[in-house]
């Protein structure tokens, strides 16, 4: 008997897994946190224009904008296995097509579910090497965008893996952005949660798509990974959904950098005030592929710098948005070429599954502080608390001009409930 296309199987496996009250209430947390980027990243340059061009008439829907937005400040959710930031896209694509049908919250959480799902499976299988070149947010996010909008849309096994063979034949989204700060890595997000929904919504008009759109001759795999793991996919069916096992951010810059952050700021209290001679991290190679930059010139390059991360953790004791603007990166111009990188085990081993690193201060006495971290701070071992998740999310509301977040953040975290409606949402001057 023929096997069935990859595509087909993560339908079914979709398709057959139970949701219970528990994955709901984490995929509301999940949409909180999302939203809230959502809704901070209208304060910023980049979502200005988006806000504008959207008010002047631009031809992006509304998935595009949520999910631009939400990808803006780097405080977004983040999938370690498959190096995919789902909440940036899937909830996007599943509340703007909720929106237009009105449909419930517990629906609307169960697509999210869905959509977590197929983006991180299709994510852990496209291999390390496609990372170097291919940004997996908007690679694989397509496929997340496809199967949130499967289950709004009630799509049947066969228009599901429609859907997907014309999510991922429309992905894409490369690192070069990274050489000038552009702002490319907002249009990934909004594209790519777009791209799966004009995918879904065409599926249900029997519109085919190819369902070996991954393990084909001249598909996803052949196309754009040199290593893919196909069998990750449909590894461990019954292990819980994706969204239990996705990061949450604390520190408003890029994922890799957070478990030196961590380390860094355990050392803070014990190194300040000492003169510093030299700071070692050792970490796993895509840290370093992604954030190893030891004169960042922007903003956006210093979130995207190990070696600025750690010196102002170590010197300031704290990461907030004050930590990367011009003031910051001159107070750290000292200390900075400091810290020297490397790749090193047991951190490179274990990535994917796991990203940690090691930071070493050697003060001016010769004394030598570390610390370790094998996990960072958000992520499912060492979770954000509730309290934490709300916290954070007030912050985000409150940067974006949202003046009072508790009845939004109230009326999210109900969403579980029996026939709970979704909350209307505004983004500037755009609902």
């Known amino acids: ?61 509304r998935a595009f904008l949520i999910g631009a937005l939400t990808h803006i400040h780097e405080t977004d959710d983040l999938h370690r296995a498959s190096v995919v930031h789902p909440g940036c896209v899937v909830v996007p694509a599943a509340w703007a097509l909720a929106e237009r049908r009105g449909a419930s919250g517990r629906e609307t959480l169960r697509a999210i579910l869905w959509g977590f799902e197929a983006a991180c499976r299709v994510g852990a299988s496209v291999g390390p090497a496609h990372y170097r070149i291919w940004h997996n ?67 249900a008009q029997d519109f085919t798509g190819p369902e070996t759109i991954l393990e084909g001759a001249k598909g996803f795999y052949a196309g754009l990974c040199p290593d893919p793991v196909p069998e990750a996919v449909t590894a461990d069916p019954d292990a819980p959904w994706a969204a239990h096992l996705t990061s949450i951010k604390p520190w408003p810059c890029c994922r890799h950098t957070h478990p030196a952050i961590d380390a860094a700021l355990e050392l803070s209290a014990r190194t300040a005030g000492r003169a510093i001679e030299s700071v070692s991290v050792a970490t796993y190679q895509a840290a370093l592929d992604v954030c190893d930059r030891d004169r960042p010139e922007t903003e956006y390059q210093a979130k995207f710098s190990l070696q600025h991360c750690v010196a102002a953790a170590l010197s300031e004791g704290r990461i907030d948005f004050a930590s990367f603007d011009a003031a910051a990166r001159a107070r750290q111009s000292n200390l900075r070429p400091l810290v020297r990188l490397e790749a090193a085990d047991p951190w490179r081993s274990a990535y994917p599954a796991h990203w940690g690193a090691r930071v070493e201060a050697v003060l001016g006495d010769g004394t030598r502080l570390a610390a370790t971290r094998t996990d960072a701070k958000g992520d499912p071992e060492a979770p954000l608390s509730r309290a934490e998740m709300i916290a954070k999310a007030e912050m985000l509301m409150r940067l974006g001009g949202l003046a009072q977040p508790a009845p939004l953040i109230e009326a999210i975290l109900a969403m579980p409930g029996e026939d709970a409606p979704l909350p209307a949402l505004m983004l500037g001057t755009v609902r």
């Open 1 to 61: 008997m023929t096997r069935p296309a990859l595509a087909r199987q993560l339908v079914r496996l979709i398709q057959s897994k139970p949701v219970a009250e528990a994955d709901l209430e984490a995929a509301a947390l999940l949409t909180l946190d999302a939203l809230a980027n959502a809704v901070a990243g209208v304060n910023s340059a980049a979502g200005a224009k988006l806000i504008a061009a959207q008010a002047g008439g631009a031809p992006f829907g």
């Open 137 to 203: 947010t908007a690679t694989c996010g397509p496929f997340g965008g496809a199967g949130a909008g499967a289950a709004l849309l009630d799509l049947d096994e066969t228009q599901f893996a429609w859907a997907l063979g014309n999510a991922g034949t429309q992905a894409s989204g490369l690192w070069e952005f990274m050489a000038s700060s552009a702002m490319s890595k907002h249009l990934h997000a909004g594209r790519a949660a777009e791209a799966g929904l004009v995918a879904a919504e065409l599926a």
